[in-house]
Nanobody, 131 residues
Framework: QVQLVESGGGLVQSGGSLRLSCVVS????????RAWFRQAPGKEREGVAC????????DYAEFVKGRFTIYRDNAKNPVYLHMNNLKPEDPGVYYC????????????????????????WGQGTQVTVSS
């Protein structure tokens, strides 16, 4: 089983930057893709950015393209989400998810409801943006 732990959330001014980190432990060969999701109060969880384990290709929700970057180090662990130019609509709890579905491929699903049903989740990290 895969365990995920997020870190890096906090309070930042509008226009500022944060970097989130997601560390995977456990049976790390058991996942095929990792992604960042977010959930604001009263809203549904939405996919933000996704990275494929095999080739490192990525997928982004339209509302973060050009501002957020998902990437990993050469060891594929951890996975980071670098967030630039944070906006008042970006706050929420950011979750790291992992999919063990062999056929899952990050392409076109981020930001499109409903979000993909990943099977492993972290506890989330809070991002707050002040105006």
């Amino acid at each position: 089983q895969v365990q995920l732990v997020e870190s890096g959330g906090g309070l930042v001014q509008s226009g500022g930057s944060l970097r989130l980190s997601c560390v995977v432990s456990g049976f790390t060969l058991d996942y095929n893709a990792r992604a960042w999701f977010r959930q604001a109060p009263g809203k549904e969880r939405e996919g933000v950015a996704c990275i494929n384990r095999a080739d490192g290709s990525t997928d982004y929700a339209e509302f973060v393209k050009g501002r957020f970057t998902i990437y990993r180090d050469n060891a594929k662990n951890p996975v980071y989400l670098h967030m630039n130019n944070l906006k008042p609509e970006d706050p929420g709890v950011y979750y790291c998810g992992a999919s063990s579905e062999p056929m899952y491929y990050c392409e076109g699903a981020m930001g499109v409801p409903p979000p993909p049903d990943f099977d492993s989740w972290g506890q989330g990290t809070q991002v707050t943006v002040s105006s």
